[in-house]
């Protein structure tokens, strides 16, 4: 009887070992964390359904239009009052002025939606790779929010 409760206890060891082994290579869920961006890999153009656009240039500046009110979680006050998608420009940086992070966050400045430069909000990296999506994180009951998938490199703005 003991040999046979060793054994399963080994195997049942096995399988837990195996799928932690593995679990890197399951990468790219929502929210788990692996999956992380260096600034090269967030400049450029990402889109959204619907028509959402966000430009990252490589200098650390972004443009964004068409993004859907609701899929914007801001951290002190909501923007300007309207129904419409929201636009707007500002800097970014990744999280924690890291090299690499598993966010991006987005410090607006006053013009399109926002009234003034007091808001910000954060992109998570839903997946990594050759094809990256990012979601502005609205709900932490859900899994993530509204994705942007990166389309091309980042147009140059004459301003």
Known sequence: MKAIRGRATAVAVSAVLAVLGTAPLLGGCAGDG???LVPREVAGV?????GGRVEFQGDGTFRM?????????????KPTT????LSGRGSWELEGNTRRSDSVELR???GGSFRDDSE??????????????????????????????????APQHAD
């Open 46 to 50: 990402w889109k959204g359904p619907g």
């Open 82 to 85: 309207g129904s419409g998608p």
């Open 120 to 153: 910000s909000t954060l992109l998570r990296v839903a997946k990594g790779g050759d094809r990256p999506v990012l979601y502005f994180d609205t709900n932490s009951d859900k899994g993530y929010g509204y994705e942007v998938r990166r389309t091309g490199p």
């Open 65 to 77: 239009s068409g993004i859907p009110r609701s899929a914007v979680e801001f951290g002190f006050s």
């Open 34 to 36: 692996r999956d992380k």
């Open 108 to 110: 607006f400045a006053a």
